[in-house]
C-alpha cells in the first residue's frame, strides 16, 4: 500500500509504503509531464538507493535533498499508516 505524503506545486506527487518486514520503505515520486505522460522516481529507504525515470540532474538533486530532508517522518509515518493515521493511536 502507498500513502500520500507531499504535494508540490508542480502537481508532483510523493507518495511512500509501509515499512516492510526487512525495515525498507518505498518513496515513490511522480510529476505529469505534457510529453511522456508522468517523469518518476523511486527511492528506497534507508538505503538512500534511487531509480530516475525521466527527471533531468537538476530535478533530481531537488528531489534527493527533499526526501532526504524528510526521511525521519517517512519513516516514522510508514510505521503508522502514512500521515493521516499518524496522530491515531
Not at 509504503?17 to 518513496?27: L, Y
Not at 540532474?57 to 532526504?68: A, D, N
Request: hydrophobic letters at 35%; charged letters at 25%; one cysteine or more.
Amino acid at each position: 500500500m502507498m500513502y500520500p505524503f507531499m504535494t508540490l506545486n508542480d502537481d508532483t506527487e510523493i507518495t511512500h509504503s509501509e515499512m516492510k518486514q526487512d525495515g525498507s520503505v518505498k518513496v515513490y515520486i511522480e510529476t505529469p509531464d505534457e510529453k511522456r505522460g508522468f517523469r518518476n522516481a523511486t527511492c528506497w529507504l534507508p538505503m538512500y538507493r534511487w531509480e530516475n525515470n525521466g527527471y533531468s540532474w537538476l530535478e533530481m538533486q531537488y528531489i534527493r535533498q527533499l526526501v532526504f530532508r524528510n526521511m525521519e517522518l517517512i519513516m516514522e509515518y510508514s510505521q503508522k499508516g502514512g500521515i493521516v493515521n499518524a496522530d491515531n493511536p
